[in-house]
């Protein structure tokens, strides 16, 4: 049995997130098209012999027990397969906490990846998103990573090629958004709908200049609402020169794509001395 695995957890944005309808078990109805960034959480994994899920962290703020997605995720494991064993994990976390980039998500599917190798369980990626969808939905996707349509609550997906490479700046403003309070304060009558369908298909010819014209997200302007700060980035951005800018799923953040290098850097300086969390990261293969 291998002693010890490292898992990266990369965080996500949504180029389109479109909410279709709420359903009766109380979800909503998505369609989704996401893609993975080159900012990640790393995850340390350790067997334990006795019975115990122990959760250690850079992050202060980020809860170490049932709360965090990466405990339900192990729990789930074991209880699934009758693991008496334990496990300890670290998890250096970089992707900002309830900002809308999946950062728990990803730690929770790097968690069933990390674990399925360490106990040797040999279940596929598929098994895995399965499991996944118990404990959130943006889960399965993030057992997968890279471009993806995500229907359902978000959690049947659909692979898709890489997108052409960019840059991505984010801002993450200082207050969290739940994604639970996002959601029940919709108002459907007032929804953007972006085209999501033409976004998969803008990925699916490597269209660039099509992609940047087509980002939208129905959940943007109920998240204005409770932070008009949102609204403001968003323009600074575009401001900047970015190719586009749109917010990542509930929120709060906000991310610009930008062709070109120098002017991703041209954005990244120019809210720098507006905001203290801001990123220059790639899109991930
Ligand atoms: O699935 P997850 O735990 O990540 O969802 C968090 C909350 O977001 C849910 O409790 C629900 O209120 C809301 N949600 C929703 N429809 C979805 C996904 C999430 O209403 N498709």
Redesign the pocket.
């Known amino acids: 049995m291998s002693k010890e695995v490292i898992e990266k957890a990369p965080a996500k944005i949504n180029l389109s997130l479109d909410v279709l309808h709420k359903r009766e078990d109380?979800?909503?109805?998505?369609e989704m098209v996401m893609t993975s960034i080159d900012l990640a959480d790393h995850l340390t994994l350790k067997s334990l012999p006795e019975d115990k899920i122990v959760i250690q962290s850079n992050n202060g703020f980020l809860p170490l027990d049932q709360r965090n997605h990466a405990y339900k995720a192990a729990l789930l494991v074991k209880e699934t397969f009758g693991i008496q064993l334990g496990v300890e994990m670290l998890i250096k976390k970089k992707i900002p906490i309830a900002a809308g980039l999946a950062g728990g998500?990803s730690d929770a599917a790097a968690t069933l990846r990390g674990l399925n190798q360490l106990w040797k369980l040999g279940l596929s990626l598929d098994e895995l998103a399965v499991l996944g969808a118990q404990v959130?939905?943006?889960v399965p996707y993030c057992v997968y990573g890279g471009t993806a349509f995500a229907t359902g609550?978000?959690e049947k997906i659909e692979r898709l090629s890489d997108i052409p490479q960019c840059w991505v700046v984010l801002v993450k403003p200082k207050k969290g958004i739940s994604?639970?309070t996002v959601?029940?304060a919709l108002s459907y009558e007032s929804l953007q709908h972006p085209a999501t369908r033409s976004m998969v298909s803008a990925i699916e010819n490597q269209d660039y200049l099509k992609m940047t014209q087509l980002t939208g997200n129905a959940l943007e302007e109920t998240s204005i609402i409770r932070q008009p700060a949102i609204e403001k980035i968003k323009q600074k951005m575009l401001l900047f020169g970015a190719d586009t800018a749109l917010m990542s799923g509930s929120g709060p953040t906000i991310f610009a794509l930008c062709h070109k290098y120098s002017r991703a850097q041209r954005v990244y300086n120019g809210l720098k001395g507006f905001c203290n969390e801001v990123y220059l990261v790639r899109t991930l293969k």
């Open positions: 109380g979800f909503h109805e998505l998500s959130g939905s943006d609550r978000g994604t639970g959601f029940s």
